[in-house]
Structures are given as structure tokens and as C-alpha cells.
């Protein structure tokens, strides 16, 4: 297969210090999704994880997304953060895994991959990176330091006139409506020992369309 394809990929940011330790962000950026190989292989391969067969579709589009990006983040000391943020995606031809009616046996699905019309997301975003080495006096204490990352986030796909049977509107497939990650960070310079707890969440999404 011979398919090279040109992707102009704009992009704009803009900061403004607010004070010496805070600054408002306003970014504006274009991207793509590619197609992976499994997802454009025209050729069937089972899955044993899920029982299913997986259908490549050599004729899926490029994803194209424009990306709105606007926060205020918070520097109290070097190693810590407070950054408080909205953003909105606009999603042009997302590759999507449909499920095939009417097909399989022995107990298998079918399933492929194609493009939806377009879709969009809004979510807000907020994190926290906080250290310890102003709250605690003792050594051990002051190499701690938390972090918190939640997001939330809207997201609405519109199928077109390939919404047979089914709403043309929906959420769009694997994007959860809320993320939160957690994480308590030890690191010590002077043994170069370094020891992470992490805790991840998301909403239910959805698996296939």
C-alpha cells in the first residue's frame, strides 16, 4: 500500500503572566488521527480476549481535530502547580468500531471500523501538584509530594446518514465523561530511591458502537 497523505497541522499559543507565579494560557492547535494497521488491514484476525472477530477497513479516513485549550495555572514554589482549565474538541471523520449484525458463529461477534460524520467535546480540567517540603520539617516527610488530575468532558458524534437503527446522536465511543488520576510521589536524591502509588478512574464509556 502506497497512500502517503500531507498534514498541515497549525497551531497557536498565547501566555500572559498574570503575576510573577501565575499565567493565563490560550492555545489553538490542529492535529490528526491516524488509522493504526489492524484498523485499515482488509483482512479478518480473531481477538481471544473477547471472543470477536476484528474486520480491518481499508477505506477509513484520516481524523482531523481542532483543538481550543484555555487555563490559568498557579506556580506557588518551582515544584508545585495549580492549573484550572477548559477545552473543546472538534472531531472531523473519527474512526469508530462498529459492531456487525448478523454475523459470527460459534458464539463470536463481528466487529470493523469506520468514520462517523464528525463529533465534538467540552470538558474543564484541573490539577494539583503539591510538595511536602513546606508542610513538614522532617526529612523523610519533605520527599513526598501529591498529585491530582481530574477531567470532565462532554462529547456528542454525529453519525449522518449512517445512523440507521440507532440515535444520531450519542457519546462518542471510548471517550469516558469524567478521568480522575491520583498519585503519591516519594523520591529521594541522596539514596536516588524513588517510590510511586498511583490511582486511576474513569466513567463508563462506550465499547463499541
Known amino acids: 500500500v502506497n497512500n502517503p497523505v500531507l498534514s498541515i497541522l497549525p497551531s497557536a499559543n498565547i501566555g500572559y503572566n498574570v503575576t510573577e507565579k501565575s499565567m493565563l494560557r490560550l492555545a489553538y492547535f490542529q492535529s490528526v488521527n491516524r488509522p493504526e494497521f489492524r484498523e485499515l488491514a482488509p483482512f479478518a484476525y480473531y481477538d481471544f480476549n473477547f471472543n470477536n472477530v476484528l474486520y480491518g477497513n481499508d477505506s477509513l479516513q484520516i481524523a482531523t481535530i481542532h483543538n481550543a485549550d484555555f487555563r490559568w495555572e498557579f506556580y506557588p514554589t518551582p515544584n508545585e502547580i495549580i492549573s484550572v482549565g477548559a477545552f473543546y474538541k472538534y472531531f472531523l471523520n473519527p474512526i469508530e468500531m462498529f459492531f456487525v449484525p448478523g454475523s459470527g458463529s460459534g458464539g463470536t461477534r463481528n466487529f470493523t471500523f469506520d468514520n462517523a460524520a464528525f463529533a ?59 478521568i480522575v488520576n491520583t498519585g503519591i510521589y516519594y523520591d529521594n536524591k541522596e539514596s536516588q530511591l524513588q517510590v510511586n502509588a498511583l490511582y486511576n478512574v474513569i466513567g463508563k464509556r462506550i465499547f463499541a458502537v
Open 120 to 178: 465534538k467535546s467540552i470538558g474543564a480540567e484541573v490539577e494539583i501538584r503539591k510538595s511536602m517540603q513546606e508542610v513538614f520539617t522532617q526529612k523523610f516527610l519533605q520527599d513526598f509530594s501529591l498529585l491530582v488530575n481530574a477531567s470532565y468532558i462532554i462529547s456528542e458524534v454525529e453519525l449522518g446518514s449512517k445512523a440507521i437503527g440507532q440515535q444520531n446522536n450519542r457519546p462518542m465511543m471510548g471517550q469516558s465523561p469524567y
